[in-house]
């Protein structure tokens, strides 16, 4: 298995441009989490699904921030309109939650950083 | 709220040295630990957990209730140990808090 498969990997974009960020992640997996990453603020959890469905998206910064899993292999992060604040690495995590040795582990992908000038 | 704090942004040591990263919580429950690292260009990735109570890469971690701790140990560091490591608390059956993170770098 490649793991967690996330793309771009780089991204720089102008202010109010539309940011689309995608994610792959590892196949039988239930729960996929969307994390950002900044120097001042470390690592935040900006939403989280589990089968599909979004359970708790209570750290997405405002209603430019939207996320979709339109199926078990999928997931979006868009950003609409882009800002330089939003710059940082975005993160996204898979894990198998029920009935898993592993489980509470989360397996990162290798992050998409994006630059907003 | 829950928080995790690391107060060491980066802990520099010589080889062979003992490393101790520190790590502080707090959580109203009985709470659940991990240390997650990333070495350059490699992914985040779990280091251990406070439940298994193992030693990996000769690492440990203790949880100390009593101090809401759970530092991360080495007796002898290592060049390769050089990474940002993270401390994280799981809040639920789903959710990690993490901390700020403390680069170590341990020089020859």
């Known amino acids: 298995d490649a793991g967690v498969i996330q793309s771009p990997r780089h991204e720089v974009t102008e202010m109010g441009q539309e940011v689309t960020l995608r994610c792959k992640p590892i196949?039988?997996?239930?729960?996929l989490f969307w994390y950002r990453q900044t120097m001042m603020r470390g690592l935040e959890l900006l939403i989280y699904?589990?089968?599909?469905?979004?359970?708790?998206d209570s750290g997405m910064p405002e209603d430019r921030f939207s996320a979709k899993m339109p199926n078990a292999s999928f997931s979006t992060l868009k950003i609409q309109p882009s800002e330089p604040r939003d710059s940082a690495v975005y993160f996204c995590a898979s894990s198998r939650l029920a009935g898993a040795p592993n489980t509470g582990e989360l397996f990162f992908g290798e992050g998409s950083r994006l630059t907003v000038l | 709220a829950q928080r995790v704090t690391q107060p060491e942004k980066l802990l520099s040591v010589f080889k062979g040295a003992p490393v101790e990263l520190k790590c502080n919580y707090s959580y109203s429950g009985s709470p659940e630990l991990f240390w997650y690292v990333q070495y350059s260009r490699q992914r985040l990735q779990l280091l251990l957990r406070?439940?298994s109570r193992e030693s990996i890469k000769g690492f440990t971690a203790d949880l100390n209730k009593g101090e809401t701790s759970f530092h991360l140990k080495k007796p002898f560091a290592q060049e390769e140990d050089s990474a940002m490591y993270y401390c994280?608390?799981?809040?639920?059956?789903?959710?990690?808090?993490f901390g700020s993170g403390t680069r170590l770098l341990v020089r020859p």
């Open positions: 196949s039988g997996h239930d729960s």
């Open positions: 699904f589990n089968n599909n469905v979004p359970i708790d």
């Open positions: 406070h439940i």
């Open positions: 994280a608390l799981s809040e639920s059956s789903y959710k990690l808090i």
